[in-house]
Protein backbone atom coordinates (compact mmCIF):
# COMPACT_ATOMS: atom_id res chain seq x y z
CA UNK A 1 0.00 0.00 0.00
CA UNK A 2 2.67 2.65 0.88
CA UNK A 3 4.80 1.55 -2.84
CA UNK A 4 1.46 2.60 -4.20
CA UNK A 5 0.42 5.81 -2.02
CA UNK A 6 3.93 6.32 -2.69
CA UNK A 7 3.45 6.53 -6.79
CA UNK A 8 0.49 8.19 -6.70
CA UNK A 9 1.96 11.30 -4.68
CA UNK A 10 4.43 11.30 -7.45
CA UNK A 11 2.57 11.07 -10.40
CA UNK A 12 -0.55 13.73 -9.12
CA UNK A 13 -0.24 15.73 -6.06
CA UNK A 14 0.23 14.48 -2.21
CA UNK A 15 -2.92 16.74 -1.97
CA UNK A 16 -4.72 15.00 -4.43
CA UNK A 17 -4.39 11.38 -3.09
CA UNK A 18 -4.86 12.82 0.54
CA UNK A 19 -8.54 13.46 -0.54
CA UNK A 20 -8.68 10.41 -2.23
CA UNK A 21 -11.37 8.22 -0.34
CA UNK A 22 -10.42 6.06 2.72
CA UNK A 23 -10.81 2.92 1.24
CA UNK A 24 -8.16 3.72 -1.05
CA UNK A 25 -5.78 6.40 0.55
CA UNK A 26 -6.16 4.77 4.05
CA UNK A 27 -6.97 8.08 5.37
CA UNK A 28 -2.99 9.40 4.66
CA UNK A 29 -2.48 13.56 5.35
CA UNK A 30 -0.54 15.18 2.37
CA UNK A 31 1.66 15.96 4.86
CA UNK A 32 2.56 12.38 5.12
CA UNK A 33 2.55 11.74 1.76
CA UNK A 34 5.28 14.49 1.24
CA UNK A 35 7.05 13.09 3.58
CA UNK A 36 7.00 9.86 2.20
CA UNK A 37 8.36 11.32 -1.26
CA UNK A 38 11.23 13.31 0.79
CA UNK A 39 12.31 9.76 1.98
CA UNK A 40 11.95 7.75 -1.40
CA UNK A 41 15.48 6.83 -2.11
CA UNK A 42 14.79 4.63 -4.93
CA UNK A 43 16.22 6.83 -6.82
CA UNK A 44 20.45 7.18 -7.16
CA UNK A 45 21.30 6.94 -10.54
CA UNK A 46 20.11 10.06 -12.28
CA UNK A 47 22.32 12.11 -14.25
CA UNK A 48 19.72 14.94 -15.32
CA UNK A 49 17.42 16.54 -13.22
CA UNK A 50 15.11 19.42 -13.41
CA UNK A 51 14.72 21.73 -10.67
CA UNK A 52 11.62 24.47 -9.79
CA UNK A 53 9.93 26.25 -6.68
CA UNK A 54 6.63 24.58 -5.71
CA UNK A 55 4.26 26.17 -3.55
CA UNK A 56 3.58 24.27 -0.45
CA UNK A 57 1.26 27.39 0.41
CA UNK A 58 0.55 30.08 -2.12
CA UNK A 59 2.48 33.44 -1.42
CA UNK A 60 4.04 32.41 2.06
CA UNK A 61 6.07 28.97 2.02
CA UNK A 62 7.72 27.78 -1.09
CA UNK A 63 9.85 24.54 -1.72
CA UNK A 64 12.30 23.30 -4.18
CA UNK A 65 11.23 20.52 -6.56
CA UNK A 66 13.78 17.48 -8.22
CA UNK A 67 12.95 15.90 -11.19
CA UNK A 68 14.61 13.06 -13.38
CA UNK A 69 14.48 14.97 -16.71
CA UNK A 70 14.55 11.46 -18.00
CA UNK A 71 11.73 9.64 -16.94
CA UNK A 72 9.67 12.64 -15.29
CA UNK A 73 9.89 11.73 -12.14
CA UNK A 74 9.88 13.67 -9.04
CA UNK A 75 12.69 12.70 -7.08
CA UNK A 76 12.69 15.05 -4.11
CA UNK A 77 11.28 17.80 -2.01
CA UNK A 78 13.52 20.43 -0.56
CA UNK A 79 11.93 22.57 2.52
CA UNK A 80 12.78 26.47 0.87
CA UNK A 81 14.02 27.76 -1.97
CA UNK A 82 17.75 28.68 -0.07
CA UNK A 83 21.21 28.26 -1.88
CA UNK A 84 22.37 26.89 1.32
CA UNK A 85 19.58 23.52 0.82
CA UNK A 86 20.02 23.39 -2.55
CA UNK A 87 23.77 23.06 -2.36
CA UNK A 88 24.26 20.56 0.38
CA UNK A 89 21.29 18.58 -1.56
CA UNK A 90 23.50 18.92 -4.72
CA UNK A 91 26.71 17.91 -3.07
CA UNK A 92 24.68 14.74 -1.86
CA UNK A 93 24.49 13.96 -5.53
CA UNK A 94 27.41 14.22 -7.25
CA UNK A 95 26.71 12.21 -10.33
CA UNK A 96 24.36 14.30 -12.11
CA UNK A 97 25.33 16.23 -15.09
CA UNK A 98 22.47 18.52 -16.59
CA UNK A 99 20.81 20.86 -14.43
CA UNK A 100 17.57 21.83 -16.05
CA UNK A 101 15.80 25.31 -13.91
CA UNK A 102 14.49 28.48 -14.22
CA UNK A 103 17.09 31.67 -14.49
CA UNK A 104 17.16 32.35 -10.62
CA UNK A 105 20.51 33.57 -9.39
CA UNK A 106 19.93 31.05 -6.33
CA UNK A 107 19.59 27.56 -8.12
CA UNK A 108 22.71 28.84 -10.77
CA UNK A 109 25.12 29.96 -7.72
CA UNK A 110 24.21 26.54 -5.52
CA UNK A 111 25.01 24.62 -8.82
CA UNK A 112 27.98 25.97 -9.84
CA UNK A 113 29.57 25.79 -6.48
CA UNK A 114 28.22 21.85 -5.74
CA UNK A 115 28.59 20.81 -9.48
CA UNK A 116 30.85 23.13 -11.33
CA UNK A 117 31.55 20.79 -14.61
CA UNK A 118 27.19 20.49 -14.82
CA UNK A 119 25.70 21.83 -17.65
CA UNK A 120 23.20 24.26 -16.62
CA UNK A 121 19.90 24.61 -18.86
CA UNK A 122 16.91 27.39 -18.95
CA UNK A 123 13.79 25.46 -19.14
CA UNK A 124 11.63 26.03 -22.34
CA UNK A 125 9.02 27.61 -20.58
CA UNK A 126 10.74 30.38 -18.78
CA UNK A 127 12.54 30.87 -22.17
CA UNK A 128 9.73 31.46 -24.42
CA UNK A 129 8.55 33.49 -21.64
CA UNK A 130 11.62 35.44 -22.27
CA UNK A 131 11.39 35.43 -25.95
CA UNK A 132 7.81 36.98 -25.58
CA UNK A 133 8.90 39.73 -23.36
CA UNK A 134 11.49 40.54 -25.65
CA UNK A 135 9.13 40.39 -28.65
CA UNK A 136 6.63 42.88 -26.72
CA UNK A 137 9.62 44.91 -25.66
CA UNK A 138 10.82 45.20 -29.16
CA UNK A 139 7.75 46.00 -30.73
CA UNK A 140 6.52 49.01 -28.42
CA UNK A 141 9.95 49.93 -29.30
CA UNK A 142 9.20 49.91 -33.21
CA UNK A 143 5.32 51.81 -32.64
CA UNK A 144 7.32 54.44 -30.87
CA UNK A 145 9.24 54.82 -33.51
CA UNK A 146 7.11 55.49 -35.74
Not at 11 to 28: C, D, F, H, I, Q
Not at 65 to 74: K, M, P, V, Y
Request: glycine share 4%; hydrophobic share 40%; with cysteine.
Amino acid sequence: MQETLLWLSMVTSAETVSKMPLYMSNGVSSNTLISLVRNNKSVKSVKHIGIDDWAFKKQKIYGTLTCDLETRRLIDILPNRDSETLLSWLKENPYISVVCHDRSSVYAGAVSKALPEAMQIVDRWHLQKIYLILWFVIFKLNIQKG
